[in-house]
C-alpha cells in the first residue's frame, strides 16, 4: 500500500499488515486486512476516516466483531478497530443524559446502568456488537429497541463535517435506519446521546438475570454471529427455517443451529464461502415454500465469497 498512507494511519497506532480478520469476528472467519488500525476515541475514528479519504483508500468501521462475515479473501484497503469507548453520564430530575462514543459494547453499557440504576437499554444486555452498530441497524431484543431512547447521534459525513442528527433524522425502524437505507452516503456514527430514566438498581439487575436466562435457553453458544435473518412482518425467521426442514443443516463445517434455526454456527475453520451458500440455501427453500423472502441481517463484507 501506499507508504505516505501508512505513515498517516501510523500517527495514531501501530498499523497492521494482512491481518486474519478471522481473529477479529464473533464467527472466527475471515481474510486478511490489508491495513489494520485500532482508534481509541471518537477523534481518532474521524481522523483515520479522513486519511483514508485523503488517500482514496477502501475504509470498513469493524466494532465487536458480531453481525458480519468477512469474505475469505479479505477487506481490501483499511479496516478500523473502533475502541472509542468515553462514557459520560449527566443526571438531571430522575433523567440521566446518556453519552457514549461508538465503539462502547452495548452489552457492557446496559449492565452499567442497570447496576447504578437507570432505566432504558437493560433489554440490551445480551446484545454483542458495539454501539455505533446498535445505531446503524436499529439493535433491539425483548420488545425494546435503540430508537426508544436515542435522543441524538454524533456522525462524521461524507463531506467529513460533524453532524448531530436527531432520533427523527435518522428515520428508524425495525432494524433499520438512514444508514441501512443509503441516506447517508458515507456516515460514520461518532457517539450517540440517550435519555434514560431512574429505576430500582435490583430490580433493573434481576431482570438482566432474567433476559440471560432466556437467551442461554432459546441460543447456542460457541462461534456464530447472532441472528443471520430479519424476522419478516408477522412471522419469524427461524420457524420458517426450521419448517422448511434445515435445522442441523450443513455445509463443510457451518452449519443451521440444532437449539435456534436462525442462528449459523462455525463448527471449526468454516469458511465464509460455506456459510453464505447455507444463507442462500435458507433463502431458497423459504422463498419455494412460503413465499416469503429472508432479508439479511448479518452483513457481508469484502472479498471471496464464492
Known sequence: ??????????????VLSDEPLARHTTFGIGGPADAFVTVRSGQELARAVMIAREFGAPVFILGAGSNVLVGDAGIRGVVIDNQAKAVTVAPEDGVARLTAESGVSFAALARQMAREGWAGIEWAAGIPGTLGGAVVYNAGAYDGCLADVLVSASVLNGGNATKTLTNAELRFSYRNSIFTRGDCAGCVVLSVEMALTRGDAAALVAKVTDYDRMRLEAQPRGRNSGSTFKNPPGDQAWRLIDAAGLRGHRIGN??????????????????????????????????????????????????GFE
Open 1 to 14: 500500500m501506499n507508504e505516505a498512507f501508512l505513515d498517516e494511519l501510523r500517527s495514531l497506532g501501530p
Open 254 to 303: 457451518a452449519r443451521i443451529s440444532e437449539k435456534h434455526c436462525n442462528f449459523f454456527e462455525n463448527l471449526g475453520e468454516a469458511r465464509a464461502a460455506d456459510v453464505a451458500a447455507l444463507m442462500r440455501e435458507a433463502q431458497g427453500r423459504v422463498k419455494a415454500q412460503f413465499g416469503i423472502e429472508l432479508e439479511n441481517e448479518v452483513e457481508l463484507v469484502g472479498e
